[in-house]
């Protein structure tokens, strides 16, 4: 029942051609709702009951709680079926119609007995005729209701079975389906490790299988991703959880399917601390569907994280108490669990551990009772942190004892050891793909380059000929000297103008190549520098705090080695080695400063393309030359805006000002030249000559009420790209 719920709550409407196996013989699987219409009056006996149920499955796999006028025309069809299979002693036909009808029992009657005798007697139909696919569907059909009746084991279990039929039937389709629904499944229940085998049948089923042509195939492809990313994240690895719900973000744009994972990624962003990008995603889905409960929870969320505790609770009581939540925590109830278990939080945040014990209670209540084990962890380990505030030691200790088994239970070694594995293995056939294009690309040009060189010959051979010609033209009729002199002279020019255009492009090269000197030199430089801060760093700190900088370090270093080839990178990645300087830059000043990045209005930052370690050094100096000799706490501020497809940065210091930075330089014995500012001095005057990239950047004080110096102001306009091709 939850893979319906899910459907609902995003809005998804698919065309399904599902059943095909038992009815492909009579062509009529791939067509549509309309097209099955038509074609019904001319058929009789068995292909008629055939386009009669899959007229009705094709209602039923593009229903959804927002036109519930749809179950109507799947009682319709189904009952139609079943009376025509029933007279013609048709058993296939009479099954695949109880099928349907049990469906309508269940969602529109809310019939469970009625729908489990149908079920029932579909399993002894195709049993007794030996048609595993009917059976699959009849077990598969068997798991919804369980899992209506909150009986969860019963449901995987009637899954299992399911895939068990269709496999023995070969119904690839079928078995992609319900092995995507049974790692949603073990996801949600924390039973990772078989959420993991599923997912991973599933990815390579709906890679070749037909389904893949269709809507619906396209969805269970993006489905299999994201359910992939989901065990990353469970597994704390939110680097390769982005990885694979961007691809499954790709997939719906590229086959406009409409849940383009903006919750998913903005929870994400929120797990790894980039609250700004993280609003931006979630506050994106929630303005589309202002009534999806569990959207609104991790709107809360971020808040929460963020800190924002009273802003957060106010959108958490919205999704408890709130009329416009209320239909879909009566269907889905998510958000419902996640909302009181999220409220528990916030209000331990706030000291209110009365609230905080009311409040996660009820959602860990409503987790036991759909065995949500993950929420579970959450809500023991909220149990134990508010007891042992309340000074109720043993009950916080049994509490802590339940959270530390459990989790140990879910993300034990050998689920991240076969996660692990998989990646290392996802990673080598990545490699090898890119080698195959390599290849492929060589093998193209070196045909291209043999193609030309023909044509040289071929056009050397024929020039020879033609001069041979008027040499001969020219000795015996004189009349076409005249002639042939201008056409020599014509020949010259369009020489002339080849000479120029070879030069033009030797020119353009030699700019390419110093704009790629000029990057080669800004890495060592950068990368000089941090080496600089963690020698000085290891002499006068402890060594796990020099080891954290280390850490830090390399994953900076990765992010400068992966974009180093690479003219123009995203917004979003510079903002990220900008971040990840700036918290190294705090490590080693022992928090001397705190820094701010703020967006004074809206603008995807996965859009925007600029060079590569462009703010850095900006930043650096602010650093390096006004925060750090300033007796107080500094704050340094990077503020970013868009406007008519420029990209304004301001980088804000209250350092001690550039005059007295001059001043301490001079008396300082260290005489070293500012590399950084240099080189990106050189690297925007070549953006601007050669790129179409209009840059400028002005360096003023920052002065106070009485207009003394209170620290430097870097202003850059930058007139971005929206691609990153056809630039160096």
């Known amino acids: 029942m939850k893979k319906y719920f899910y459907i609902s709550a995003l809005s998804f409407t698919f065309s399904l051609n599902a059943f095909t196996q038992n009815i492909s013989a009579n062509e009529i699987d791939s067509l549509s709702i309309d097209s099955l219409k038509k074609a019904l009056p001319s058929l009789k006996d068995n292909a008629k009951v055939d386009c009669l149920n899959q007229i009705a499955m094709e209602y039923n796999y593009s229903y959804s709680y927002e036109d519930v006028t749809k179950m109507d025309s799947i009682y319709y069809y189904g009952s139609e079926a079943n009376k025509e299979a029933t007279k013609l002693g048709y058993k296939k036909g009479i099954g695949f119609s109880l099928v349907n009808l049990s469906r309508t029992e269940l969602f529109a009657n809310k019939n469970i007995p009625a729908a489990e005798k149908n079920i029932r007697e579909s399993i002894l139909i195709g049993e007794s005729i030996n048609n595993p696919d009917l059976v699959g569907w009849a077990y598969y059909e068997l798991g919804e209701i369980d899992q209506a009746k909150n009986n969860s084991q019963d449901a995987s279990a009637n899954y299992r079975k399911a895939i068990k039929y269709f496999q023995i039937s070969g119904n690839e389709d079928a078995e992609a389906e319900v092995a995507n629904w049974l790692c949603f499944n073990s996801v949600g229940e924390g039973k990772y490790e078989d959420g993991f085998a599923y997912c991973e049948r599933c990815e390579a089923l709906s890679q070749k299988s037909r389904v893949h042509n269709m809507a619906f195939g396209h969805f269970l492809r993006e489905f299999a991703l994201k359910n992939m990313g989901d065990l990353y994240k469970a597994a704390g690895d939110y680097e390769t959880a982005m990885e694979y719900f961007q691809q499954a973000r790709k997939q719906a744009l590229l086959y406009d399917i409409k849940w383009t994972m903006e919750p998913e990624i903005g929870e994400l962003f929120c797990y ?395 008396k300082s014995t260290e005489k070293n030249k500012s590399l950084g500012l240099k080189i990106t001095r050189e690297r925007l005057a070549l953006l601007n000559g050669e790129n179409g990239i209009t840059t400028s950047y002005e360096i003023s004080d920052v002065l106070d009420e009485e207009g003394n110096v209170a620290g430097t102001k870097v202003e850059l306009r930058i007139r971005y790209k929206e691609s990153a091709k056809n630039v160096i």
């Open 272 to 666: 790894m601390g980039q609250y700004d990008s993280a609003f931006v995603y979630i506050k994106k889905y929630t303005d589309l569907d202002p009534n999806n409960g569990w959207a609104a929870a991790m709107l809360g969320e971020t808040y929460l994280m963020n800190k924002q505790y009273d802003t957060a609770l106010h959108i958490f009581k919205e999704c408890i108490y709130g009329k416009q939540y209320e239909e879909y925590n009566k269907q889905i109830k998510q958000g419902l669990k996640a909302a009181f278990l999220f409220a528990g939080k916030a209000y331990i945040a706030k000291k209110n551990y009365a609230n905080a014990l009311k409040y996660t209670k009820e959602g860990l209540a409503l987790a036991k009772k759909d065995n949500e084990q993950p929420l579970l962890v959450s809500g023991y380990e909220q149990l134990s942190e508010i007891y042992y505030h309340m000074s109720k030691y043993d009950s916080a200790y049994n509490y802590l004892l339940k959270y530390t088994t459990l989790k140990d239970s879910i993300v034990n070694r050998q689920f991240l050891l076969r996660l692990n594995n998989y990646k290392k293995v996802a990673e080598d056939e990545k490699k090898k793909a890119e080698i195959g294009l390599l290849n492929k690309d060589i093998k193209i040009k070196s045909q291209q380059l043999k193609q030309e060189t023909q044509q040289k010959y071929f056009l050397l051979i024929l020039l020879s000929a033609l001069m041979l010609a008027g040499f001969f033209v020219y000795r015996s009729i004189a009349l076409k000297r005249k002639n042939d002199k201008a056409a020599l002279e014509n020949a010259l020019e369009v020489q002339q103008l080849e000479n120029e255009k070879k030069h033009a492009e030797l020119q353009r090269r030699t700019a390419e190549l110093e704009m790629q000197a000029l990057r080669a030199q800004m890495n060592p430089h950068f990368i000089f520098n941090c080496l600089s801060s963690i020698n000085r760093f290891i002499l006068l700190n402890k060594t796990e705090a020099a080891s954290d900088y280390l850490t830090r370090f390399s994953r900076l270093i990765r992010m400068v080695l992966v974009h180093s080839q690479e003219p123009l990178i995203t917004l979003e990645d510079e903002l990220e080695i900008l971040r990840l300087y700036l918290d190294m830059e705090q490590l080693r000043f022992k928090d001397a400063f705190d820094y701010q990045v703020i967006f004074t209005n809206r603008l995807d930052t996965g859009s925007v393309f600029i060079p590569s370690l462009l703010l850095q050094p900006f930043c650096e100096n602010a650093i390096w030359h006004g925060l750090m000799h300033k007796e107080k706490k500094g704050n340094l501020q990077v503020a970013l805006s868009m406007e008519d497809q420029v990209l304004h940065c301001t980088i804000t210091d209250d350092g001690i000002g550039r005059k007295m930075a001059a001043e301490m330089k001079s």
